[in-house]
């Protein structure tokens, strides 16, 4: 079992920055892929970034040039930078942590995040 929390989230103003962080524990594969998705109301969930234990990310188009996904390998651990929010932006974002071997992922349990003037 792998459990994962998030934290960063809370209120920012357009045009703002937020990071976000994402510590996983537990039973890690040594391939494996973290990441972000997010939801907005009456949305279904969708892909922001994720990032393999080699290092490969791979962003949303809404993001990209403004979200920076980083992870630290030896904690486990996945990070979002968040520059130049907008409105459209706001929405609760999961963390996952997707194991290779065997194939298995594990979400977070979302960090809220409001961006609004």
């Known amino acids: 079992q792998v459990q994962v929390v998030e934290s960063g989230g809370g209120l920012v103003q357009p045009g703002g920055s937020l990071r976000l962080s994402c510590a996983a524990s537990?039973?890690?594969?040594?391939?494996?892929?973290m990441g972000w998705y997010r939801q907005a109301p009456g949305a279904e969930r969708e892909m922001i970034a994720t990032?393999?234990?080699?290092?490969?990310?791979n962003y949303a188009d809404s993001v990209k040039g403004r979200f920076t996904i980083s992870r630290d390998n030896a904690k486990n651990a996945v990070y979002l930078q968040m520059n130049s929010l907008k409105p459209e932006d706001t929405a609760i974002y999961y963390c996952?942590?997707?194991?290779?071997?065997?194939?298995?992922?594990?979400w977070g349990q979302g960090t809220q995040v409001t961006v609004s003037s």
């Open positions: 537990g039973s890690i594969s040594s391939l494996n892929d």
């Open positions: 996952y942590v997707r194991n290779w071997v065997p194939i298995r992922t594990f």
């Open positions: 990032i393999t234990s080699g290092g490969d990310s």
